[in-house]
């Protein structure tokens, strides 16, 4: 690439995150509400385990014609039951989720009258949205889509080679692409609604009004707000936002060579990105077919053992006036004086006092302290033990004396972090 084409390249990337504030602000707070989201990767290239879409840039004309032809006569994940996918959504505590309808390849996993280069020309051929939004909706789960105006087998078709975000192969250079692309978001929100939210990845031009015109409600995040991939910000972003992470090394299906992060680490991620007021969307990548990895099921599996306890300091909470302090990050309950401290990195024994000081916050005369998920009044075997949560104010900060007695695991012993509700609290810079 050139460097004027670098220089526009960067230029069109700049104008993606220009925002039209067409979001209704009520709805970007119920968005801040719901904490976390469940983003799900799943195409064509599940079969072959590859990145999603980008492994076609720079590809040679034989393996773009094996996804185009030959991938499609094989999708056959006669596995899926997405049933099973929102039980478990539930369980992890999952607030909404965004299901990738088109990735860059231009792939359409809906039922669409604009291309055949959809699941319904599979094996398959079954609408895996429609059943998808279906199955969520039906434990309580809000349903939103991941969409990409970069189609790349439209490129291909239109005889232009495959660049990434470069002039000649957005949307507002491409007018076909622009109608193509409309046609598609009004088939989706007029056959799968309704809509809570979308993610447009890449130029969205009008589409944006679009969703707006068929459902005012929808938020609408990349595109509208930041929207950080494997990086959290180092403060507070005061304006909605989302962070989006994979629990491995791809956005994608991978077979081998996975790295996955810890149960403890995503829910780590999870609470400091509460603590500078965004939401976590964490992906699941299901095979080709159409099965979650059990690696990705156990993960899903403990942040819901740590919700079932904790899920109180993680949903409808805002930031406290600062994120975190040594040892500590803070989330605020919305519209009130109650805080959570989340002791991080510090794995408390179950049945062990424990002493904390907290600089960031400051006790009251109404103030009552516990840690959240316990009632702090009995240790199980040991009813003789005292289990009060004390604490003392002065000008060092709030010292905390406390017992942690609820018990996630038989083996007493718990990784994650412990939390304390502080009500009645105030504002300290100790």
């Given at each position: 690439m050139t460097g004027k084409k670098r220089n526009e390249a960067v230029d069109v990337t700049i104008k993606i995150l220009e925002r039209t504030n067409g979001n209704k602000p009520d709805r970007e707070e119920w968005f801040l509400d719901q904490g976390l989201g469940l983003f799900i990767h799943w195409s064509l290239d599940s079969i072959i385990g590859s990145v999603i879409s980008h492994w076609m840039i720079g590809a040679d004309k034989e393996p773009l014609r094996k996804m185009q032809e030959d991938l499609p006569l094989r999708f056959n994940p006669y596995r899926f039951n997405p049933d099973d996918w929102a039980r478990l959504a539930k369980t992890a505590g999952i607030r909404y989720s965004l299901f990738t309808t088109k990735h860059h390849s231009g792939f359409c996993m809906f039922d669409t009258k604009t291309t055949d280069f959809n699941i319904m020309n599979t094996p398959f051929g079954k609408d895996a949205t429609k059943a998808i939004m279906e199955s969520f909706r039906a434990v309580g789960i809000k349903t939103g889509?991941?969409?990409?105006?970069?189609?790349?087998?439209?490129?291909?078709?239109?005889?232009?080679?495959?660049?990434?975000?470069?002039?000649?192969?957005?949307?507002?250079?491409?007018?076909?692409?622009?109608?193509?692309?409309?046609?598609?978001?009004?088939?989706?929100?007029?056959?799968?609604?309704?809509?809570?939210?979308?993610?447009?990845?890449?130029?969205?031009?009008?589409?944006?009004?679009?969703?707006?015109?068929?459902?005012?409600?929808?938020?609408?995040?990349?595109?509208?707000?930041?929207?950080?991939?494997?990086?959290?910000?180092?403060?507070?972003?005061?304006?909605?936002?989302?962070?989006?992470?994979?629990?491995?090394?791809?956005?994608?299906?991978?077979?081998?060579?996975?790295?996955?992060?810890?149960?403890?680490?995503?829910?780590?991620?999870?609470?400091?990105?509460?603590?500078?007021?965004?939401?976590?969307?964490?992906?699941?990548?299901?095979?080709?077919?159409?099965?979650?990895?059990?690696?990705?099921?156990?993960?899903?599996?403990?942040?819901?053992?740590?919700?079932?306890?904790?899920?109180?300091?993680?949903?409808?909470?805002?930031?406290?006036?600062?994120?975190?302090?040594?040892?500590?990050?803070?989330?605020?309950?919305?519209?009130?004086?109650t805080v959570y401290a989340f002791v991080m990195n510090d794995p408390w024994p179950h049945g062990t006092r424990r002493k904390y000081t907290i600089k960031g916050v400051r006790a009251t005369n109404k103030t009552k302290i516990e840690i959240v998920g316990q009632s702090g009044r009995v240790l199980e075997h040991h009813p003789e033990a005292d289990t009060k949560t004390r604490f003392t104010q002065d000008e060092k900060g709030l010292h905390i004396d406390a017992m942690r007695t609820f018990r996630p695991y038989s083996a007493k012993d718990w990784p994650n972090p412990v939390v304390f509700r502080i009500t009645n609290a105030e504002k300290s810079n100790i």
């Open positions: 889509i991941y969409f990409s105006p970069l189609d790349f087998t439209w490129c291909l078709k239109a005889g232009k080679e495959l660049h990434f975000m470069t002039p000649e192969v957005i949307p507002a250079n491409n007018p076909g692409l622009m109608e193509y692309n409309e046609a598609q978001i009004r088939e989706i929100f007029e056959s799968y609604g309704p809509i809570e939210t979308v993610f447009f990845d890449g130029p969205p031009a009008n589409l944006k009004e679009i969703v707006w015109e068929l459902n005012p409600d929808t938020v609408i995040s990349r595109s509208e707000m930041p929207t950080p991939e494997i990086r959290l910000p180092e403060e507070i972003i005061d304006e909605p936002w989302e962070a989006c992470y994979f629990m491995g090394n791809s956005w994608n299906y991978k077979a081998t060579n996975e790295a996955y992060r810890t149960g403890t680490e995503i829910i780590n991620l999870l609470i400091e990105t509460r603590a500078k007021g965004g939401n976590l969307v964490i992906n699941i990548s299901p095979d080709h077919y159409g099965e979650i990895p059990h690696e990705q099921e156990r993960i899903l599996q403990e942040i819901g053992l740590f919700m079932f306890f904790c899920d109180e300091a993680i949903y409808d909470v805002r930031p406290w006036h600062v994120p975190q302090e040594d040892g500590f990050f803070f989330t605020r309950k919305k519209n009130t004086d």
